[in-house]
C-alpha cells in the first residue's frame, strides 16, 4: 500500500500522525495507521541502502564454518544477507555439520523462511531458528546464551552523515560479555535524507494540524533534529505550535535513544515485536484524550 507523503491531501476529520520510518518499513507502519482510522504523514528522515556485496567474503563455506550463528537486529540486514546468498553456486552450510543458528527480532524474524534456509544450508538441516522472547538486541544476546569463545557474524548498518547511535556497539559489547566473538559486516548504509526531510512535519506544525508523530528508532530523530535547524526550528517549536502533541516511541530502546537527543516520548509501546504495539498505545492515548474532552 502507498504511504501518504508530505504533498498529499489530508482530511481534516481524522488525526493526523506523522511518522520518519524509512522506506522499508514506512509501508507496514502507513497501513496500520490507516487502518485504526488515521491519516498518516510519511516524512522520512533516512535512507536506507543494502550493501550485500560486503556479506560476500562471509559467504563461502570455508569462511561461514567458522561462526556458529549469524545475529539480525533489523529487517534490512537480513534482506541484505538474502540477497548476497542468492548469487552463490551452492548453500555454504549444505554438508553435514554443528548446528548453526540464525537469530532475529519479532517480525523480522518471519523473513527467515524456508527460501532462505535453503539458501544458507540446503537441506543439510543444520539451521535453527532463535527469535527471543522480547524484541531487543540484548533480549537477543540472552538468547543465545554464552558463546564460549564461537564466532557470531553480525550484520550490521553503517551510519553515513549521522552519528551512529549506541545501540550496535553495545549489541557488540554485550556479545563480547557473554563470551562470543561478534565480527561486524556492514550490511546496509542508514543515510541522512537531506536538509528538507522534515518539510512535510514543518506543513504539519505550520498548519497546526499535527496530533502524534512516531519514531521507530533514534537514528530517525537525529534526521529530523538536523533538518529541523535547516528551516530554523527545534523540536520545542513542534510542540508549542501543536500543544496536543502525542510522541510515540516503538519500544523502550528506541523511547532511550529519542530522549538522549533531548526529545520527551510521551508514550512506550510496550509490544514492540511489530508496529501494532506503538499503534495500540496511541489509540489508547488519544482515547483517554478524548475523554477528558
Given at each position: 500500500m502507498p504511504v501518504t507523503t508530505a504533498t498529499s491531501t489530508i482530511p481534516n476529520h481524522n488525526p493526523i500522525v506523522a511518522f520518519t520510518t524509512p522506506p522499508n518499513y514506512a509501508a507496514r507502519l502507513s497501513l496500520l495507521l490507516t487502518l485504526n482510522s488515521y491519516n498518516p504523514l510519511w516524512s522520512p528522515t533516512l535512507i536506507i541502502q543494502p550493501t550485500p556485496s560486503n556479506l560476500t567474503p562471509y559467504l563461502s563455506p570455508h569462511s561461514l564454518h567458522s561462526f556458529s550463528a549469524i545475529a539480525f537486529t533489523s529487517r534490512t540486514a537480513i534482506q541484505s544477507f538474502s540477497d548476497a546468498a542468492s548469487d552463490l553456486p551452492q548453500p555454504p552450510l549444505s554438508d553435514a555439520g554443528p548446528t548453526f543458528t540464525l537469530a532475529a527480532l519479532g517480525k523480522d524474524s518471519e523473513l527467515l523462511d524456508k527460501d532462505f534456509i535453503y539458501k544458507l544450508s540446503g537441506n543439510s538441516g543444520r539451521v535453527r531458528i532463535l527469535v527471543p522472547p522480547i524484541a531487543t538486541p540484548s533480549s537477543l544476546v540472552s538468547?543465545?546464551?554464552?558463546?564460549?569463545?564461537?564466532?557470531?557474524?553480525?550484520?550490521?548498518?553503517?551510519?553515513?552523515?549521522?552519528?551512529?547511535?549506541?545501540?550496535?556497539?553495545?549489541?557488540?559489547?554485550?556479545?563480547?560479555?557473554?563470551?562470543?566473538?561478534?565480527?561486524?559486516?556492514?550490511?546496509?548504509?542508514?543515510?541522512?535524507?537531506?536538509?528538507?526531510?522534515?518539510?512535510?512535519?514543518?506543513?504539519?506544525?505550520?498548519?497546526?494540524?499535527?496530533?502524534?508523530?512516531?519514531?521507530?528508532?533514534?537514528?530517525?530523530?537525529?534526521?529530523?533534529?538536523?533538518?529541523?535547524?535547516?528551516?530554523?526550528?527545534?523540536?520545542?517549536?513542534?510542540?508549542?505550535?501543536?500543544?496536543?502533541?502525542?510522541?510515540?516511541?516503538?519500544?523502550?530502546?528506541?523511547?532511550?535513544?529519542?530522549?538522549?537527543?533531548?526529545?520527551?516520548?510521551?508514550?512506550?509501546?510496550?509490544?514492540?515485536?511489530?508496529?501494532?504495539?506503538?499503534?495500540?498505545?496511541?489509540?489508547?492515548?488519544?482515547?483517554?484524550?478524548?475523554?477528558?474532552?
Open positions: 538468547s543465545l546464551g554464552i558463546g564460549d569463545g564461537r564466532k557470531v557474524l553480525c550484520p550490521v548498518p553503517r551510519v553515513v552523515g549521522l552519528d551512529e547511535p549506541p545501540v550496535v556497539p553495545n549489541f557488540l559489547n554485550e556479545l563480547w560479555a557473554m563470551d562470543w566473538a561478534p565480527v561486524r559486516v556492514n550490511a546496509y548504509e542508514t543515510r541522512w535524507a537531506g536538509a528538507r526531510c522534515a518539510e512535510g512535519i514543518v506543513k504539519g506544525i505550520e498548519e497546526g494540524e499535527l496530533d502524534a508523530v512516531v519514531f521507530t528508532s533514534s537514528a530517525e530523530v537525529e534526521g529530523l533534529l538536523k533538518s529541523l535547524k535547516e528551516f530554523g526550528l527545534v523540536f520545542e517549536d513542534v510542540r508549542r505550535r501543536c500543544p496536543r502533541l502525542i510522541v510515540a516511541a516503538h519500544g523502550p530502546v528506541t523511547a532511550a535513544g529519542v530522549e538522549r537527543l533531548g526529545v520527551k516520548v510521551d508514550v512506550v509501546s510496550s509490544r514492540f515485536d511489530s508496529f501494532e504495539g506503538v499503534v495500540d498505545v496511541l489509540n489508547e492515548t488519544l482515547e483517554r484524550f478524548k475523554l477528558l474532552d
